[in-house]
């Protein structure tokens, strides 16, 4: 009973966090400039899905078996890991942009004239 409310604790959890990802990736994705954009949070946030990914692995080979609620949660941890993986995508191309703006910017500024 108290793994059954633990997992659904788990799920809760990771929807929570998984709920704010894709808010977070279209805002990056309209911004079009990596300023203000973490890859150091996207990172330890991944590397928090990674781990949650490999407990229910351990988890399934220790006890040859997940409970279905089990399977959900490490259907969301996945869906959550890709959309971290999507923000990391976007946050290179945003960079990029970045450095094409500055180096357009540059030939025409004040120093370069």
Known sequence: MLE????????????????????????????????GTSLLFMGLIGLGYVAGILCKVFQWIDKGGLSWLA??????????????????????RNKHLDSVRAAATCHDCEVHK
Do not use: D, Q
């Open 71 to 92: 399977y959900v949660a490490f259907g969301f941890y996945i869906v959550n890991l890709f959309m971290i993986v999507t923000g990391v995508v976007i946050y290179f």
């Open 4 to 35: 059954t409310i633990a997992t659904v604790c788990e799920i809760v959890m990771v929807v929570c966090f998984g709920a704010s990802w894709p808010f977070n990736i279209v805002k990056a994705y309209k911004a079009r400039t990596a300023k």
